[in-house]
């Protein structure tokens, strides 16, 4: 399995979900908020790159596979918030974590040592309040050869910008976590080819407020 931050926040807020998401591979429904993302994402690349903004909006309904509660007027006004930088935009990495593990993501903007993340939430919060920013970093250090670069999560809603900058020093601690927990899920893996009896044991549901945001949640043994 080649690991990303959104699977192994995913695996680090409820292993059971990732369980049934990653291992059993069931599909989950696609959300308001899951493609609204996809399809700001995709308009923001395209105006940036030159497309006309109806165009672009166009392209990320298409992008949304037309999600009925998906609007051109809220990405339009979205759009019309985003910063119109010049850059590399949806940029692809891959990399090794260690142990044989790999990590790959997408990075929204990059301009020579910083880089910025778009956000669509309504909850601004802080660079170092996820592991995301950081793990970032690190993989652009890494594939970069850079010493040190600024990212950045940009929240399209309120037009506002949480930066830091990252040394590489500092940025190890997000490929540490990252392959702490994806040495772990590995070793769990290797253990239900054995166990199979012991998947809520191996992968233990973690109740709580996310659950609302479950689309496994009648599916699970915790209920």
């Not at 949304?64 to 509660?69: R, T, V």
């Not at 993340?117 to 995301?132: F, H, M």
């Not at 392959?179 to 070793?187: F, H, K, M, P, Q």
Request: overall charge neutral; hydrophobic content about 40%.
């Amino acid at each position: 399995m080649i690991y990303s931050y959104s699977r192994l926040s995913l695996y680090e807020t409820c292993p059971y979900r990732f369980y049934i998401k990653y291992i059993l591979g069931k599909s989950e429904p696609v959300t308001k908020p899951l493609a609204l993302g996809k399809a700001v994402h995709k308009a923001i690349e395209l105006k940036i790159n030159g497309e006309t903004e109806a165009e672009a909006i166009a392209a990320g309904l298409i992008e949304a596979d037309f999600h009925p509660e998906v609007t051109g007027e809220e990405m339009q006004q979205l759009l019309s918030r985003a910063p119109m930088e010049v850059g590399e935009t949806e940029v692809h990495f891959q990399l090794p974590l260690g142990s044989g593990i790999s990590l790959q993501g997408y990075v929204d903007w990059i301009k020579k040592d910083q880089f910025k993340d778009w956000k669509s939430n309504w909850r601004p919060y802080g660079p170092n309040e996820t592991w995301q920013l950081m793990l970032y970093a690190w993989a652009l250090m890494k594939v970069r050869g850079l010493k040190q670069i600024r990212g950045a999560l940009y929240f399209l809603r309120f037009r506002r910008e949480e930066a830091y900058v990252y040394s590489l020093l500092e940025a190890v601690k997000a490929r540490d976590w990252a392959l702490r927990l994806a040495e772990e899920i590995e070793l769990k893996i290797s253990c239900l080819d054995s166990f199979s009896d012991m998947k809520s044991f191996l992968f233990p549901a973690t109740p709580g407020s996310h659950c609302k945001h479950c689309p496994f949640v009648l599916d699970c043994y915790s209920y």
